[in-house]
């Protein structure tokens, strides 16, 4: 079946550090892929997606390729801040039977020291 | 402001006594879910509806009821609560095939079963 898997952390960077979390997939069909993020206490919000090979999602300076080739779809950021830390999912949806079944990989926890 | 709303926040509550989570979204989507997420488990979904009357059981749905009497409502039901059901529980929807857009969130309900 469909599954996620990313690095679950928690990763700990300096301000404005380098942020790479990766994300790998399988799917029986041809997927969207999305990157979600949860701030303390809150909900998750869509940070970003793709629909299709190479595709390039980006929002608040975060951005994910769409790799086809290797099944990955990693979220980076240049420079990361403190605003940053939450808990970032990479999930995808897959068309199946009658509806878009969406999976959710495991979660990867950012914190960002000043 | 196209939103999820889950309704209470904070619910602490004693083995067995019945409760509703209310949820509600203002977006017309089609499709509502109910996820519950715990530490190192993820986010699970326990109940989905496609549409008005139509919900079908997602990966964890023992112990809970749903229902879907009108577009915007979709609430979780727990006739019998016990202490395994303690969790943070999420409700999101999105429109019918959602490959391009990815869910809503509501902010979340913090239950404890004492």
């Known amino acids: 079946g469909d599954s996620v898997t990313q690095m679950e952390g928690p990763v700990t960077l300096s301000e404005e550090a380098f942020l790479t979390i990766n994300c790998t997939y399988t799917a029986t069909g041809y997927p969207s892929l999305f990157w979600y993020v949860q701030y303390p206490g809150e909900g998750l919000q869509l940070l970003l997606k793709?629909?299709?090979?190479?595709d390039k999602g980006s929002n608040k300076g975060f951005e994910a390729t769409y790799r086809k080739e290797t099944t990955s779809f990693h979220l980076e950021k240049g420079s990361v801040q403190v605003s940053d830390s939450a808990v970032y999912f990479c999930a995808l949806s897959d068309r199946g039977t009658s509806y878009d079944k969406v999976i959710f990989g495991p979660g990867t926890s950012l914190s960002v020291i000043p | 402001e196209a939103q999820v709303t889950q309704n209470p926040r904070y619910l602490i509550t004693v083995t067995g006594k019945k409760l509703t989570v209310t949820c509600s979204q203002n977006m017309n989507h089609e499709y509502m879910s109910w996820y519950r997420q715990d530490p190192g488990l993820g986010l699970r979904q326990i109940y989905y509806?496609?549409?008005?009357?139509?919900?079908d059981k997602g990966d964890v749905p023992e112990g809970y009821k749903v229902s879907r009497k009108e577009k915007r409502n979709f609430p979780l039901i727990l006739e019998s609560p016990s202490p395994n059901q303690t969790s943070l529980y999420f409700c999101a929807s999105s429109p019918a095939y959602h490959r391009g857009g990815g869910y809503t969130f509501g902010s979340g309900t913090r239950l404890t079963v004492v």
């Open positions: 509806s496609m549409n008005v009357e139509v919900t």
């Open positions: 793709a629909t299709k090979a190479d």
